[in-house]
Nanobody, 128 residues
Framework: QLQLVESGGGLVQSGGSLRLSCAASTDSSDYPTVAWFRQAPGKERQGVSCIRKGTGALNYVNYADGVKGRFTISRDSTKNTVYLQMANLKPDDTAVYYC??????????????????WGQGTQVTVSA
C-alpha cells in the first residue's frame, strides 16, 4: 500500500502562507487522485482540495468553497509529491491537514472511504 507523508505545517499569523507537501513512498502513478482533507478540533474531517490526473500533463483540480482563491493544489509527478499552497490564511484554517490517495480516476470525492491511502497529518495553526 502506498505510504504518504505530509510536511510543511506550522504556526503562522493570519494573512500568512504555508506550503504543504504530500510525498509518496513509491511511484504513485497507480493513484491518480490525491486529495487534501482537514480536521479542526471538535469537527469532522472535511475535504479541502483534490487533484486528478487527466490526459498527458493535464490535471483536474477542485476546491472547497471556503478556500477557493486562496489555496492552490499541484502535483510534481517526478517527485511523487502533491502540494497545497495556502495563502491569506485565516484562523478558521487551523486544523490537522491530511492527504489521501485513491486508485480511482473517476472524479474527486469528499468521502473518506473513497481513498485507499492516508498520511499521518500535519498541524496548521493560524493565529489571529
Amino acid at each position: 500500500q502506498l505510504q504518504l507523508v505530509e510536511s510543511g505545517g506550522g504556526l503562522v499569523q493570519s494573512g500568512g502562507s504555508l506550503r504543504l507537501s504530500c510525498a509518496a513512498s513509491t511511484d504513485s502513478s497507480d493513484y491518480p487522485t490525491v486529495a487534501w482533507f482537514r480536521q479542526a478540533p471538535g469537527k469532522e474531517r472535511q475535504g479541502v482540495s483534490c487533484i486528478r490526473k487527466g490526459t498527458g500533463a493535464l490535471n483536474y483540480v477542485n476546491y472547497a468553497d471556503g478556500v477557493k482563491g486562496r489555496f492552490t493544489i499541484s502535483r510534481d509527478s517526478t517527485k511523487n509529491t502533491v502540494y497545497l499552497q495556502m495563502a491569506n490564511l485565516k484562523p478558521d484554517d487551523t486544523a490537522v491537514y491530511y492527504c489521501a490517495a485513491s486508485r480511482s480516476n473517476y472524479g474527486c470525492s469528499t468521502l473518506e472511504k473513497s481513498y485507499d491511502s492516508w498520511g499521518q497529518g500535519t498541524q496548521v495553526t493560524v493565529s489571529a
